[in-house]
């Protein structure tokens, strides 16, 4: 009782006071070194000065195909702004499936990441290279006006769609200089320019959802049409990449669509293949079935990247189908407003096919100007089965009356002619080990065998009409 209310001595006060003191002072550093319990914070926090919390992240999110031109787009701002920088990663069980933010919180508040080597993947460049590429990592880098800044790219994954590549600095401005660039040096360095790419599952690169392909390689002989018919189609889409400049200077637009009908197997593949071939250092993008759910971000990429094709075959299997992409308007009509929303002053040529032009041309007809040629392209008739025969029977000597073939042939497609020749070879190869000539008897039978009435299908998926003559 007494001595509660007793003064205490003087010096005792003081050393409480001091003791107090401490014991704050403690608990300030405590908080401050929060950062350095974790090796992995303080990489960041060391390089660049600065807690955690004080730090600004500025994202940037890149579609799973750009992740190799994105690796290449750091690679070239560390070569420029921080040479001999080093990637350092991060560990933890659930690394990669969270966002860089949080995992760095996840080490300071319960260690569930640290410090680790980077991951690394593949990703294509073309249809037979592939580079590395970090898929989770970091590195300490310079800014363009020298601030210290960190670079983390997190991997897309099932959950996240997008690869996230993020910059750590001081203050936003300085982190969103360093996006930027890296933005510009990807785009530069872009490893989709001037590859022919197709949207779909890949059967090339894994889970790559954008292959490359090799570019086709056919001559203007190889494709048997009517006279002046590719030449037309060529006239037009590839004389106008070669004149891009005199006809953007004289005030015309090089957007250009064009559209190939007819029926199946007379080829329009074929000819989508040639001119593509034709369009060197073009960008080629190609669209099939389900890939169609791509059709913005393809789009966007052929823009991007032009001089470049955007190909979407057989529109009319897709025209109404809504389901596949997100809009809620059928395929046809999203396909017919990006071609509007692409700038007529790119150079971007959409090459559209269908066996069944007539279920298009009302859609067509009421948005006109998207497809500004449109070219039929139709069974051979005898001059053109004749070429056809000599086409594909190139590498033989064909001692037969080929003139009668084409005659007897009235009405099958192009890709039925080319069936024929094989059949030939193939019954000549029953009776000698090797085929040099190509007899009448070989033909006879081969299309015996073809307008067999048990090979009616075949004759209708090669797309004869089927009557022998
Ligand atoms: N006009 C043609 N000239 C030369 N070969 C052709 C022609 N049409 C078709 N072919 C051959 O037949 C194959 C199938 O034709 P394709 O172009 O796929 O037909 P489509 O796209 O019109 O249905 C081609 O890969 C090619 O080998
Ligand atoms: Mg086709």
């Not at 006809?247 to 064009?258: E, N, P, S, T, V």
């Not at 057989?314 to 407003?337: I, K």
């Not at 971007?348 to 859609?363: H, K, S």
């Not at 069974?379 to 053109?384: K, S, V, Y």
Request: proline content about 5%; glycine content about 8%; some cysteine.
């Amino acid at each position: 009782m007494t001595q509660s209310h007793e003064e205490p001595a003087l010096s005792d006060a003081r050393g409480l006071a001091v003791a107090m003191e401490r014991m704050l002072r403690l608990a300030g550093n405590r908080i401050a070194d929060h950062n350095a319990e974790s090796p992995l914070v303080a990489r960041l926090t060391d390089h660049i000065g600065a807690p955690l919390h004080e730090l600004v992240q500025v994202d940037h999110e890149y579609r799973p195909w750009e992740h190799a031109s994105l690796q290449r787009g750091i690679d070239a701002y560390l070569a420029a702004r921080s040479p001999g920088a080093e990637w350092f990663g991060i560990s933890g069980r659930h690394r990669g499936h969270e966002n860089i933010s949080d995992m760095l919180s996840g080490a300071l508040q319960n260690g569930a990441y640290g410090l680790g080597r980077p991951d690394y993947g593949t990703a294509a460049t073309g249809p037979d290279t592939s580079m590395e590429i970090v898929t989770l990592g970091l590195v300490a880098a310079a800014a363009p006006d020298g601030a210290p800044v960190v670079i983390g790219v997190r991997p897309a994954d099932d959950f996240h769609r997008t690869v996230v590549a993020s910059v750590f600095a001081r203050d936003r401005a300085t982190a969103a200089a360093v996006r930027d660039e890296i933005g510009r040096l990807c785009a530069e360095h872009d490893v989709m320019r001037g590859q022919f790419l197709s949207f779909g599952s890949s059967e090339h690169h894994g889970n790559a959802l954008v292959s490359f392909l090799p570019r086709p390689d056919l001559a203007a002989a190889d494709v048997i049409l009517p006279d002046g018919r590719l030449e037309a189609v060529e006239a037009h889409v590839v004389g106008i990449a070669e004149h891009s400049e005199q006809l953007l200077k004289a005030g015309q637009h090089l957007k250009r669509g064009l559209l190939l009908h007819g029926p199946p197997g007379t080829g329009k593949t074929h000819t989508v293949r040639y001119l593509t071939s034709r369009l060197t250092g073009c960008t080629v993008v190609q669209l099939t079935g389900p890939a169609m759910q791509y059709l913005d971000p393809a789009v966007a990429l052929a823009r991007r990247l032009q001089p470049a094709v955007v190909i979407v075959e057989d529109v009319d299997l897709v025209a109404e189908d809504r389901d596949l992409y997100e809009g809620s308007q059928p395929l046809l009509f999203a396909l017919l407003d990006a071609m509007d929303g692409t700038a007529g002053d790119a150079d971007v040529v959409f090459m559209l096919t269908t066996n069944r032009v007539d279920t298009l041309e009302r859609a067509l007809a009421e948005r006109p100007g998207r497809v500004d040629l449109a070219v039929e392209i139709p069974r051979p008739d005898a001059e053109g089965r004749l070429r056809l025969l000599r086409l594909y029977g190139r590498e033989l000597r064909l001692d037969a009356d080929l003139t009668k073939i084409a005659d007897r042939t009235e009405g099958v497609t192009a890709s039925f002619v080319k069936e024929l020749v094989r059949r030939a070879v193939l019954v000549a190869l029953r009776d000698a080990a090797s085929v040099e000539v190509l007899t009448d008897d070989h033909f006879d039978t081969a299309l015996g065998e073809m307008f067999d009435p048990a090979q009616s299908l075949t004759r209708g998926l090669l797309g004869a009409a089927g009557n022998e003559g």
